[in-house]
């Protein structure tokens, strides 16, 4: 592997056995790589769900993730997750009222739709609120 650096959005699906364990702590500690938690949803003794940015080595990042993989974790690309089928969608904004990041806007004055999906950290309030389904979820674990 190179020794450059690596810089990933990924998102963790916890079960609720071990939603209380310290995760993003060992990701640190043991395996010295930065973690920027850009959404969670942790409740205790309920699965739990997080989108985080991890940056460090390639090899460090590949032991974590085969780490967080045994102990019951699973790993899915944020790149992936989300998308938006420009078709379908039928322009009535209503996604983006609800988008945190601005990934989803309405452009004037042509009032069209657009999709950033860089700035998306897989929120998953557009997937409510479109009424005709023109955003959906692609779930690929990370190999």
């Known amino acids: 592997m190179t020794q450059g650096k690596v810089k990933e959005k990924i998102?963790?699906?916890?079960p609720a056995e071990i939603v209380e364990d310290p995760v993003i702590y060992s990701l640190v500690k043991k395996y010295d790589l930065k973690v920027n938690i850009l959404r969670a949803d942790i409740n205790p003794?309920?699965?739990?769900?997080m989108v985080i940015e991890v940056?460090?080595?390639?090899?460090?990042?590949?032991?974590?993730?085969e780490w967080l993989r045994n102990i019951g974790l699973h790993i899915y690309s944020l790149q992936q997750q989300i998308i938006w089928n420009e078709s379908r969608c039928?322009?009535?904004?209503?996604c983006s009222v609800f988008c945190p990041t601005g990934a989803l806007e309405i452009k004037r004055p042509e009032m069209k739709v657009t999709f950033n999906d860089s700035k998306c950290v897989a929120c998953?309030?557009?997937?409510?609120?479109?009424?005709v389904k023109a955003v959906d979820t692609i779930r690929e674990e990370v190999k």
Not at 11 to 14: E, F, T
Not at 55 to 65: D, I, L, Q, R
Not at 90 to 94: K, P, R, V, W, Y
Request: with cysteine; charged share 25%; glycine share 12%.
């Open 124 to 131: 998953e309030h557009c997937l409510k609120v479109c009424p």
């Open 45 to 49: 003794r309920k699965e739990g769900r």
């Open 11 to 14: 998102v963790l699906r916890y």
């Open 55 to 65: 940056s460090g080595t390639p090899e460090k990042y590949a032991g974590a993730v």
């Open 90 to 94: 039928t322009q009535c904004g209503a």
